[in-house]
């Protein structure tokens, strides 16, 4: 019988484990980072008598017997508190000149999106962080008759309206949706080349007027596509 984990399950699964931090639904759990010998009976010298691990250290093992050694070498216990976790997604600069995916929620094995060929919204490129650390979701990628595709987006969006907006004079056919921007202390302690965190809540100023001007079952926006007759 085909069974499947679900993006669901894993955002579920995210949550979960960053509450754990807290207390919040469950019981508080401790978790510790630490700094140790990776494996302290592994003494290879290098061809020219030197020790190779200035260039090529081994790495953990995760196995109980590796699990014993970390005990006998560990240096230092650091605590991690729910201040150091935060959940985080794909990072995309907005750059000029590329068509990004558009927000569609139907992409799957069979219905890949358009540009990256993703098999789900999730890993599809259709949120954006400009140059200001504004996030951005694309609800609309310029796809017409013409491009049905979708088209290479020209202005980058820098606005904080709570409604669907062009970017600059429109004429690339985007529309996007701001969602909120990356605080300055979670740039530096969270954002890395590859992802950016997103809010610790849902709740405070900025994400809360998103969120209330949300509208269930809304439509922002809608592709017709013409139909030939014979």
């Not at 207390?23 to 003494?43: M, W």
């Not at 020219?48 to 200035?54: I, L, R, T």
């Not at 997604?89 to 590329?98: E, P």
């Not at 904080?160 to 202390?185: E, H, Q, R």
Request: net charge negative; glycine share 6%; charged share 20%.
């Amino acid at each position: 019988m085909p069974a499947i984990i679900t993006d669901q399950f894993r955002i579920l699964n995210a949550e979960t484990f960053t509450q754990s931090f807290t207390g919040i639904g469950t019981t508080t759990n401790y978790y510790y980072t630490f700094l140790g010998h990776p494996n302290p009976t592994n003494t290879q010298i290098g061809d020219y008598g030197d020790n190779s691990w200035s260039s090529e250290p081994p790495g953990p093992k995760d196995s109980f017997k590796e699990e014993n050694l970390y005990s006998d070498s560990m240096l230092f216990l650091k605590k991690v508190s729910s201040d150091d976790v935060v959940r985080v997604i794909k990072r995309n600069n907005w750059q000029l000149g590329i068509t990004y995916d558009m927000f569609k929620n139907d992409y799957s094995i069979d219905n890949e999106a358009s540009q990256t060929s993703a098999k789900s919204l999730y890993s599809a490129k259709f949120i954006i962080v400009n140059a200001e650390y504004k996030v951005y979701a694309c609800i609309n990628n310029g796809a017409n008759p013409e491009f049905p595709k979708g088209q290479k987006s020209l202005a980058e969006p820098n606005f904080v309206d709570t409604v669907p907006k062009v970017a600059g004079t429109g004429s690339d056919g985007y529309l996007w949706k701001y969602l909120f921007t990356i605080s300055p202390a979670d740039v530096v302690k969270f954002s890395t080349d590859d992802y950016v965190p997103l809010p610790k809540s849902w709740g405070d100023s900025t994400t809360a007027t998103v969120k209330d001007a949300a509208v269930n079952g809304k439509d922002e926006t809608a592709i017709i596509k013409a139909r030939r007759s014979s």
